[in-house]
């Protein structure tokens, strides 16, 4: 046994209304300058629908991720080194610019700077690469709410799948189709295909948290990295010629905050935590031959910090108790193994990823109460799940590589905590069977209830208090002393790179630890005169 400790995320997509303002406060925090137009560390996704870069998922173009080969070992499918370095200047992997969008903006020049005359100005769409008039025609949130979903639905590869699975095919008319929404960000894996596909060996991952980052001094820009991530999550600026992806806002996980997405998340969905892993069997769990038993393979990965074993192991290994009792209190461990109503996305990926969701089941409420059904009995919800306008199946190609079991099996919990808590809030005893059908107790039902429901902040992000330790060392170790960009002219942090105004990579504003300790109390205060008084 090799006990690791990871900093992973679960997502309630029961909760998500499409407000994109985790993107934003994302966008505003790291992607916001020169090169980085196109960039969005978290996007949210309307489902069905292509994703953004536009199919992504469709690996057999892509070629992201892990496959097999004939001996049944792990391989990237991009290929192993000749074939990368044959494609160094030309990579037919890559997502083109269209499958972003290409960067733009309005030329308010035109509004400010236009002579007197008698026809109003107009300030047309240019764009940010040559500063030509540009048609915009894609977007991250083109396709959002369903606005695109007649001309772009039936790009989704994932549909594609579902669809030669089954007979009925999914339809895009308005009063026959619901969507939901899926919030992306990089799901730092803990069998990183970018990191294996990176030639210069700039992309790692983090040993002490599980973070994956991209070291900015040693990439060389040969975009093997976005080739290699099948989530399409690294992305390339243009104007520093280096990739840039999440960094899981790790210098607020440091000073013991939660990532930005989180913090400003309106439906409060995101849950942070430590998960222990044993590194031993990360390898052999990814090369399960069979895609529909990864799922459950990345969960015997786990390792359970009850365990005293577990506890010994990971003490002699050098992770600290702060880290062990955040590993116990963790809601992410709790909805991933404990319960197991969080499924990661896209496990026949290979790459054990460590962002998960749980699937969403307040459509299916909705169209009961639509049909002038109980659309909080149990019995009406268990069977409602077989019917979904979007078939079962649509999500399992998602969530669990084609198995609708784990799938069914998590809808049927919720559908099970919303009949239980029903009943206490019209002060009915609540039906011990409506636990049992799911496999759980009246005190486990309330328990999820409370993490999903009406967690504090304290509960919803459990982050080590031993990372503000080294909160100090980190802000330290990105000072620009020293930086081998930092040159006259140069793309470091000391000036402008050549590729003209903010092409240079700059600093952020460090928070020090001394300032972040009293902004956490303000944070978890839980009203405002706690706040205050803080």
């Known amino acids: 046994m090799r006990p690791m400790a990871q900093i992973a995320m679960v997502m309630n997509l029961d909760k998500c209304i499409g407000c994109h303002t985790c993107s934003v406060t994302c966008k505003q925090a790291w992607t916001d300058r020169r090169g980085m ?11 069905p629908g292509p994703g953004y870069p536009r199919r992504y998922e469709d690996q057999e173009t892509g ?13 990237l499918r991009a290929g192993g080194r000749l074939r990368r370095l044959a494609g160094v200047f030309h990579n037919p992997g890559l997502p083109a610019v269209k499958d972003y969008h290409e960067p ?15 026809d109003h100005p107009v300030a ?7 500063g030509k008039p ?21 790009l989704d590869p994932m549909l594609e799948r579902t669809r030669r699975k089954a007979e009925d095919k999914v339809r895009f008319e308005f009063e026959q189709a619901f969507t939901f929404y899926l919030p992306r960000i990089c799901e730092h894996c803990l069998n990183p295909s970018c990191v294996a596909a990176c030639p210069s060996g700039a992309m790692y991952k983090r040993a002490e948290d599980g973070i994956v980052l991209v070291d900015q001094d040693r990439c060389r820009g040969r975009r093997m990295c976005v080739t290699g991530c099948p989530y399409k999550k690294v992305y390339f600026n243009h104007a520093t010629g280096k990739a840039e992806k ?10 013991g905050q939660p990532t930005v997405c989180s913090e400003t998340c309106v439906g409060r969905l995101r849950y942070l935590g430590v998960i222990l892993y044993d590194a031993d069997q990360v390898t052999a769990a990814a090369e399960t031959e069979d895609e529909k038993a990864l799922y459950e393979a990345q969960l015997g ?31 992410v461990y709790k909805l991933i193994h404990t319960y197991r109503v969080a499924l990661p996305l896209h496990p026949e990926y290979r790459t054990m990823p460590m962002v998960w969701y749980i699937p969403p089941l307040s459509p299916v409420v909705d169209a009961l109460s639509g049909t002038g059904h109980d659309g909080e009995d149990a019995e009406n919800l268990f069977a409602a799940i077989d019917t979904l306008r979007i078939p079962l199946a649509y999500l399992a190609e998602l969530f669990t590589a084609g198995d609708p079991a784990p799938v069914r099996a998590s809808l049927e919990k919720l559908a099970a905590m919303r ?12 039906d011990a069977r409506t636990a049992a059908a799911v496999g759980m107790t009246p005190a486990q039902i309330e328990s999820m209830y409370r993490l999903l429901a009406i967690a504090e902040h304290e509960d919803r992000y459990v982050i080590p208090t031993a990372a503000v330790g080294d909160a100090r060392r980190l802000e330290e170790s990105a000072l620009p002393e020293g930086c081998s960009l930092d040159h006259d002219g140069g793309p470091g942090m000391g000036g402008d790179g050549p590729f003209g105004q903010d092409s240079g990579r700059k600093l952020l504003p460090l928070m020090p630890v001394e300032n972040s300790r009293p902004l956490r109390r303000r944070q978890t205060a839980g009203t405002p005169e706690k706040a205050k008084e803080t």
């Open 134 to 154: 540009v048609k915009t025609r894609w977007s991250s949130d083109r396709d959002d709410d369903l606005a695109g979903a007649p001309a772009h639905g039936d």
């Open 419 to 430: 009949s239980h808590m029903r009943a206490h809030n019209l002060g009915e005893e609540p």
């Open 63 to 75: 070629r992201g991720g892990w496959e097999l080969n004939r001996r049944g070992a792990l391989k």
């Open 301 to 331: 990965v786990f390792l359970d910090p009850e365990d005293l074993d577990v506890r010994r192991a990971c003490e002699a290994a050098g992770i600290s108790r702060d880290w062990l009792e955040a590993a116990r209190r963790s809601p």
């Open 246 to 255: 999440c960094t899981m806002c790790s210098p607020r996980l440091a000073a």
């Open 37 to 47: 137009e196109h960039v969005w560390f978290n996007n949210v996704e309307t489902r």
């Open 104 to 118: 733009w903006t309005y030329e308010y020049r035109n509004l400010t700077g236009a002579p007197p005359g008698d």
């Open 124 to 130: 047309g769409p240019a764009s940010h690469l040559d």
